[in-house]
């Protein structure tokens, strides 16, 4: 009689450990999955440096001389003529790859701007480095920002014009 007593302790404790094990495989899944969250500051430092040529007076924006106001929408042809995006992003990661163009359909014109960190901004190293085998696997593209925009201090100006950033980072 009592191995039938201690049959049915062992098969009381059955689903117990099945239990058990469900709720011990339940919080390892929880666990991994926050362990293995790829957190990357690239994009975010990117676009920290896009959004801060698109929107301080230091970047490409049109500054009204007299009231000092500056005009998010409005690009200053003289500043997007003469900025080094060199000295604009210091930046320790030596991985971007960026370019800047202002196209103007009305003009029929357009203005580059080319960012290759460590080596130098030059439309011939943008394309060697994007244009490279296995570049899907090399490089990853943070996105491509356009804006249409109003171009200022231009001998034409002020004209109708669209901004774009194509920047990419390497893996």
Not at 17 to 45: K, N, P
Request: glycine content about 4%; hydrophobic content about 35%.
């Amino acid at each position: 009689m009592d191995d039938d007593h201690e049959g049915y302790d062992i098969m009381l404790w059955i689903p117990k450990f099945l239990y058990l094990i469900v709720v011990t495989s339940i919080l390892m899944g929880i666990i991994y999955s926050v362990q293995t969250q790829d957190v990357g500051s690239d994009d975010v430092e990117m676009n920290l440096l896009i959004e801060s040529m698109m929107h301080s007076p230091d970047g490409i924006i049109y500054q009204d001389i007299y009231t000092g106001k500056s005009y998010s929408t409005k690009v200053d042809f003289d500043k997007f003529q003469k900025i080094d995006l060199n000295d604009f992003f210091q930046t320790e990661n030596k991985r971007y790859i960026m370019h800047l163009e202002l196209t103007s359909e009305q003009m029929n014109e357009d203005y580059s701007k080319y960012y290759v960190s460590g080596e130098e901004s030059t439309k011939e190293n943008f394309i060697t480095r994007t244009v490279v085998k296995e570049f899907a696997e090399r490089m990853n593209p943070l996105g491509k920002i356009e804006k249409d925009v109003i171009v200022m201090n231009h001998k034409d100006s002020p004209f109708e014009a669209k901004l774009t950033f194509d920047a990419y980072i390497e893996k």
